[in-house]
C-alpha cells in the first residue's frame, strides 16, 4: 500500500489548492480514504474523508464548506480541493486510509494504519 501525496505549495489568503493523492499497490474502489492535516504545534485533524464504494463523503462541521474531496477511478487518485484558504489552513497535508474501513465517518474518527508523506500548504501573503 502507498500513497504519494502532492500538490501542495504557497499560497496567497483567498487562493485555492487541489491537492492529490496517487494510490497504488490497492484499488480505491473499496475501502475509505481521508485527508488529515496537522498544523504546527497541533494536534493532527481529519479533513474529509471518502467511502469509495458508494461515494459518500465525511466532512468535520468546522471545515464544511471549503474542502471537496473526490477521486479519479481510471487513475486510482484521490483529490482534496481547498478554496478560499485562510492562513489558519497552514499545514501538512495527509492522505490515509485503512482497507479494512469502508466508511467515510468511520475512517476520519479513526488513526488509519496506512499514510501518505504528506504535502505542506502554506497560507501567507
Known amino acids: 500500500v502507498q500513497l504519494q501525496a502532492s500538490g501542495g505549495g504557497l499560497v496567497q489568503p483567498g487562493g485555492s489548492l487541489r491537492l492529490s493523492c496517487a494510490a497504488s499497490?490497492?484499488?480505491?474502489?473499496?475501502?475509505?480514504i481521508g485527508w488529515f492535516r496537522q498544523a504546527p504545534g497541533k494536534e493532527r485533524e481529519a479533513v474529509s474523508c471518502?467511502?469509495?464504494?458508494?461515494?459518500?463523503?465525511y466532512y468535520p462541521d468546522l471545515l464544511k464548506g471549503r474542502f471537496t474531496i473526490s477521486r479519479d477511478k481510471t487513475k486510482n487518485t484521490v483529490y482534496l480541493q481547498i478554496d478560499n484558504l485562510r492562513p489558519e489552513d497552514t499545514a501538512v497535508y495527509y492522505c490515509?486510509?485503512?482497507?479494512?474501513?469502508?466508511?467515510?465517518?468511520?475512517?476520519?474518527?479513526?488513526?488509519?494504519?496506512?499514510w501518505g508523506q504528506g504535502t505542506l500548504v502554506t497560507v501567507s501573503s
Open positions: 490515509a486510509t485503512d482497507l479494512g474501513q469502508s466508511s467515510s465517518h468511520a475512517l476520519c474518527h479513526s488513526s488509519p494504519p496506512n
Open positions: 499497490g490497492f484499488s480505491l474502489n473499496r475501502p475509505a
Open positions: 471518502l467511502s469509495t464504494n458508494n461515494d459518500i463523503t
